[in-house]
């Protein structure tokens, strides 16, 4: 299993943390979402390659909000 850190600086709720649960459902080798509110960061921990999860995450334009 690998593990790759995301700092999402718009996360801060638990409804930006369900809509990033939501765009991520479904991803093929995804294990575990580690979420930090506070920190605004996100640990993905999967068996799949990053180059399929990262741009979900960058699709939903939560850079600067």
Excluded at 32 to 42: I, M, N, P, T, V
Excluded at 55 to 61: C, H, Q, T, Y
């Amino acid at each position: 299993m690998k593990k790759i850190c995301y700092h999402i600086p718009g996360m801060d709720c638990p409804s930006e943390e369900r809509i990033i649960r939501m765009k991520l459902d479904g991803v093929e080798g995804l294990e575990a979402l580690d979420f930090d509110l506070e920190g605004r960061k996100l640990d993905v921990f999967h068996s799949g390659e990053v180059e399929e999860i990262t741009p979900l995450i960058e699709s939903l334009n939560m850079e600067d909000l």
